[in-house]
Nanobody, 118 residues
Framework: VQLVESGGGLVQPGGSLRLSCTAS????????MDWYRQAPGKERELVAS?????????????AYLDSVKGRFRISRDNAENTVYLQMNSLKPEDTGVYYC???????WGQGTLVTVSS
């Protein structure tokens, strides 16, 4: 299993970033994918999730941490084995290292650092 996150950087409050995570070594199309973040001195927390969307009767379901609802949007491209996190209206408290993983995964990528500061 390999997870490669990218797209982080330094952004001013109110700005936007789009994170990407490409996965290999899993059957991506049926995996629920999660984005986590770890702020300095804090434990890793689940930020957003997206189900596989493999059902023919419904699309993928998404869920978000309360503090990011309405500002972040998770999406996926099963053809590219990639999950995205669009982050808008960023706040300083969004600062941290962002990681993706499939539900139940134990191997982590290197993460991508997001710094929100003026």
């Amino acid at each position: 299993v390999q997870l490669v996150e990218s797209g982080g950087g330094l952004v001013q409050p109110g700005g936007s970033l789009r994170l990407s995570c490409t996965a290999s070594g899993i059957i991506f199309s049926i995996a629920t994918m999660d984005w986590y973040r770890q702020a300095p001195g804090k434990e890793r927390e689940l930020v957003a999730s997206i189900t596989s969307g493999a059902s023919i009767t419904s699309g993928a379901f998404t869920a978000y941490l309360d503090s990011v609802k309405g500002r972040f949007r998770i999406s996926r491209d099963n053809a590219e084995n990639t999950v995205y996190l669009q982050m808008n209206s960023l706040k300083p408290e969004d600062t941290g290292v962002y990681y993706c993983n499939f539900r139940g995964g134990k191997v982590w990528g290197q993460g991508t650092l997001v710094t929100v500061s003026s």
